[in-house]
Structure formats: structure tokens, C-alpha cells
């Protein structure tokens, strides 16, 4: 349960969690979530044990992190190591969810939680593109995030910036560029691999 | 209940919802999913009422869709408008959850379901960069969306492509260039909006 509460003693008050806001933050009243259930695919393994170490954003040639895929799974990994560049989805289990003005800097500033990228956020799923070293035994090596240890896995897809569907085209599709490596939405980008358009 | 299961009338043999197996094709057994709960922030309107209708990848200068939020995180959307691409993420809620092998060109011929874009995944989330126009009273108008309408929101966040952290950086941040803008990620983008680097 991390919507905040209201107390029968303080009708009115909330309670948040175990987080204090920070001034003009503000969270809303919210039900358990209950829309849909996530099956939680792995779990991720970085340097970083608490909050302060972790960098806010990662870099592709920071330290080494393994993505721990459960056996389950493995399969499902064919033909992930042709993608020099991988997108990875990760629950941050330790975020609350009910804030929509949050102030960054602790300085009575607020943003809408939806103008930032902070972990706090309705549905707490981190997205982040990273380097793909190498794949052993169901474990991924990888490079470019930014989590706490033992953050929960929850989808791992080729970068969209380097990767071109595989099926026919479809009606959407009919354009004279056609589907392909995210068209304009990735030109340009400097770390695109040599392979690129081959697969 | 999205996972496959065996009858008691036939033991062994797997009914896999209404979708059935292109040749090769492979699912795995599963319990329902119940690691974690997502709650809804709102709904997509696009122009594409069927799945052979939607393109298999959006582009920026595709039909405009509508984002549309709940009311309760109108104010989450605060700041938002000075992002002219921004992430989205939403569930695929007609997709099954258990392959492990797919056949996209249904010639016989498999990858791994981590290796595709595919919706049909075990957490059939999508994202996606689109443009954002304008936002009119907690509708966002974008392009650049590839999915069905009434499709459920689950996240908006700004692209990590246009996106300096606002908060002071961290331990892990401590390297020549700091945290901004998602670093060599997004180098030489061509869509990068003139005002980047000015939040």
C-alpha cells in the first residue's frame, strides 16, 4: 500500500508513507493500485546500495552491471547479442507514487512528477538504454544504468534506434520510408553500431 | 489470467488463450503475475481501431493522437510543455504474456521474444518517443504513437534525449561531463529542439 492515508485521528492529515515531503511538494489520495499485475522477470545487479551512491543518469561506458534473467526466460534471450544496444524496463521498489509536484532541488521549487524522470512516479518503471556486452548463461552484462542493487527486472527489447521489424508492413505503415530503426526519431545518434540495417 | 494452461481434460496439452501458435513458436507455463500493481493514469486515442490497422512503429510525423490524463494527476503534468519530445509508456492489454519463442514472419523461422519489439512479451509495456504539440486541459496532443485506441497510459516522462536531472548530482555522478542529457546516448540526435540544454 503506497498511496498515502488519511488518519481516523487526524481526518484530513495525510499520511505518506515513511517519506516527508519536501515544501510544495504535493501527493494525492489514491486506491491500491489494481489496473494490471507485473511479473517481475529477473533482477538487476549494480555497485550502487543505497540512494547517494547511485548516479542520476548512467552512462554507456560506466561501471558493469549484470541483468539476472530467471531460467524461465532463457529462451526468450535468442538473438539479443546481434544488438550492440538494448532497452531495459526495471520497477523501482522503493519509490512512493502518489506525488504530482515534486521539488528537485529541495528548494521549494516544484515540477509536475511528469516533467521529470525522478523514480518517485505513479507507476515506478525506469527505462534506460544501455551497452550490451555480453550474454552468459541467461545473465546479461551491460553498461548504462543508473539503479540500486537488487532492483527488479521487467523487460529487456533491442533499442529502437537500431532495430527494424521483423514482420511484413503493415497499413499504418505505408509511407515511403517504412518502418524501420525508429526513422527520424533516432538520425544520427553517434553510438549506432557498424551492423546497423543488416538484421 | 494471461498465462498458458494445461486442461484436465487433455493433461499436457497447452491452451494458450484465443491466440494460436505459429509454427515453432514456443510458450512457457506461468502463474498468474502478482510481483507488482499498475494503476492506470488515463487512456490513448489514436486513429487505429484494429491491430492490422496500427503501423509497427510510430513516427514523429505521423496522425496526431490524444493522451488523454486522469483529472487526479492534472498537476503532474506541470512544466511538461517545455519538453517537445517526451516518452510514453502504456499497456498492451490484448497481448498474451508467455511466448518465449516468436515467429514475426509466421514462415517457421523464431527469435526470442526479447529480441523483438513485439507487443507479446511478459510485460507487454510499449514505449515510445513522440513529439508533443500541446497539452489542452490534460490532454496531451502527440505523434509518433504505433498503438491500438483506448489503449491504457502507464507512464509520460521527458525524453532522456532532451532531459538535464534537475537535482544536484550524486556520488555516481562524479565524472568530467556530469549528469545531463543522457550523455553519448543521445549525441547528434537530429530532432534535438533548439532551447535543449536551457532547462
Known amino acids: 500500500m503506497l498511496a498515502s492515508q488519511k488518519t481516523a485521528k487526524f481526518p484530513g492529515v495525510h499520511v505518506t508513507n515513511t517519506l516527508e515531503l519536501r515544501a510544495n511538494e504535493q501527493s494525492v489520495d489514491l486506491q491500491p493500485a489494481s489496473d494490471a499485475a507485473l511479473r517481475f522477470i529477473g533482477v538487476i545487479r549494480t555497485p550502487w546500495k543505497t540512494r547517494d551512491d547511485c548516479p542520476r543518469q548512467g552512462h ?6 549484470e541483468l539476472i534473467v530467471d531460467p524461465v526466460w532463457h529462451e526468450a534471450l535468442q ?4 544488438f550492440e544496444t538494448i532497452e531495459v524496463l526495471y520497477w523501482l521498489d522503493k519509490s512512493r507514487r502518489d506525488l504530482v509536484l ?8 516544484t515540477i509536475g512528477t511528469f516533467a521529470l524522470r525522478s523514480p518517485v512516479r505513479p507507476n515506478p518503471i525506469g527505462t534506460s538504454v544501455v551497452r550490451l556486452d555480453r550474454i552468459d548463461a541467461g545473465t546479461l552484462h551491460v553498461r548504462g544504468l543508473d539503479c540500486l542493487d537488487g532492483t527488479p527486472l521487467i523487460d529487456i527489447k533491442p533499442d529502437r534506434c537500431v532495430f527494424t521489424p ?3 508492413p503493415k497499413a499504418g505503415d505505408a509511407r515511403p520510408d517504412g518502418p524501420k530503426m525508429g526513422g527520424e526519431k533516432c538520425k544520427n545518434r553517434s553510438y549506432l553500431p557498424p551492423y546497423l540495417g543488416s538484421l
Chains 1, 2 share one sequence.
Do not use: E, N, V
Open 166 to 168: 521483423k514482420a511484413p
Open 60 to 65: 554507456l561506458d560506466g561501471p558493469s552491471c
Open 102 to 109: 515534486q521539488s528537485p532541488k529541495s528548494d521549494g521549487h
Open 79 to 82: 538473438g539479443l547479442d546481434a
